[in-house]
């Protein structure tokens, strides 16, 4: 494993991290799904290598990495040795297929999607159809009881990267909110002060879950550091949870022309531009254009098919909402809970 990071950092490559299989029949496990392949497996093993068979769905930027890092996406049991395989598979290997999905708009002027025109990557359906690994790029293949190391440090960390990503959006979303009230003229007005007062309180408290998985940092005994599993699950769990509060806020707020603002060639065409202008117009110092501008960009982030595609990566990248309450649950401190909870009831702890 080692001598392969000395090598990627050398070569400077890109990876895409591959854990998520299709699953199948979610209630069943691995080794008794109807189709075999629903999770990756090992179909062959041979002096030099192993030939590997199944499909990795939504993988972030497969198609744009040099390797694609297969791990397995939960714990395995005995007798699903086949499926504890973690292996670096060159993206352009025989038998490696991806199908990429994207958001970027397909055509129309990229002055109407600010920022997926430019901020969006393709997700990939990554199909591996019997593809020879060789056995130097094979860091796990049959020991069952090390799969969910892998699967649950991926999970950590991609839910840090989560909460990164979403603490930056929160602001961005507070920012579009506070604009666009402006633009209307409405920033005084009580109850719209009260909507983004209330998304910057989610903003400042999912940026203090960041800034506190990050100050309680543990290392390992090799020294390598990790964040607080309780603060990134927690934080994670909250960003995900309240992304929709946030949104149907900044809708709330906005108005209907999130959807059915005039583009920017309507402002351009001489046929329309003095109407666009005068009916966009609010008397504020915001310009017709800007506020068309506002609207174009709340629309692409939040509105259709990019901020559809927000909408459910928060809540599944990195595992669903369920994932982080299971971590959460396991780290927090429930016996500081409960003794308040005994000292405020006035009742002893039971014997142990
Ligand atoms: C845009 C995007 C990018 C992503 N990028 C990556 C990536 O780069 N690499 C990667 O590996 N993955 C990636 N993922 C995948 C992500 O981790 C999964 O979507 C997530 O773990 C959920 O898995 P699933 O989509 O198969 O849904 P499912 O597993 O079908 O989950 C749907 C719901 O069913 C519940 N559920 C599932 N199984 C059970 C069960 N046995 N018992 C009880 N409840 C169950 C879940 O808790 C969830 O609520 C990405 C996802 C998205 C949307």
Redesign the pocket.
């Known amino acids: 494993m080692q001598a392969y990071v000395d090598d990627a950092i050398a070569a400077d490559i890109r990876i895409?991290?591959?854990?998520?299989d299709a699953?199948g029949n979610?209630?069943l496990a691995p080794a008794r799904q109807e189709d075999p392949d629903a999770y990756m497996h090992v179909v062959d093993r041979q002096s030099d290598g192993v030939v590997i068979r199944g499909a990795?769905?939504?993988?972030?930027a497969a198609s744009l990495c040099h390797d694609l890092l297969v791990m397995p996406?939960k714990a395995m049991k005995p007798g699903e040795e086949d499926y504890a395989i973690t292996c670096a598979v060159p993206v352009n290997s025989d038998g490696v297929s991806i199908i990429n999905t994207t958001y970027p708009p397909k055509g129309d002027d990229v002055r109407h999607f600010p920022v997926s025109s430019h901020a969006s990557m393709p997700?990939g359906f990554v199909v591996f159809d019997d593809v020879f690994v060789p056995i130097d790029r094979v860091f796990l293949d049959g020991e069952t009881a090390n799969a969910a190391v892998f699967a649950h440090s991926l999970g950590l960390w991609e839910r840090l990267g989560g909460i990164t990503a979403m603490v930056h959006q929160a602001d961005e979303l507070v920012g579009l909110a506070q604009l666009i009230a402006e633009a209307n003229g409405l920033a005084a007005v009580a109850h719209i002060r009260e909507k983004i007062d209330e998304m910057a309180i989610h903003a400042t408290l999912l940026r203090a879950g960041m800034e506190a998985a990050l100050a309680h940092a543990k290392a390992t005994p090799e020294g390598f550091y990790y964040p607080d599993e309780l603060f990134t699950n927690a934080a994670k769990y909250q960003g995900a949870a309240e992304f929709g509060r946030m949104v149907r806020n900044l809708h709330d707020i906005a108005g209907g022309s999130v959807l059915t603002a005039p583009s920017i060639a309507d402002l351009e065409n001489p046929d329309t531009r003095a109407f666009v202008e005068k009916y966009m117009d609010t008397g504020t110092n915001v310009s017709a254009e800007d506020r068309l501008r506002l609207f174009h960009a709340i629309r692409d982030l939040t509105a259709d098919a990019f901020g559809g595609?927000h909408l459910?990566?928060n809540l599944?990248?990195?595992?669903?909402?369920?994932?982080q309450r299971i971590v959460t649950r396991r780290h927090y401190d429930m016996a500081r809970a409960t003794s308040y909870a005994r000292e405020a009831a006035g009742i002893e702890a039971p014997p142990s």
């Not at 895409?16 to 998520?20: P, R």
């Not at 990795?56 to 972030?60: A, D, F, N, R």
């Open positions: 895409a991290e591959c854990i998520t699953k979610r209630s990795k769905l939504h993988i972030s996406t997700d595609w459910v990566t599944q990248s990195g595992g669903g909402l369920f994932a």
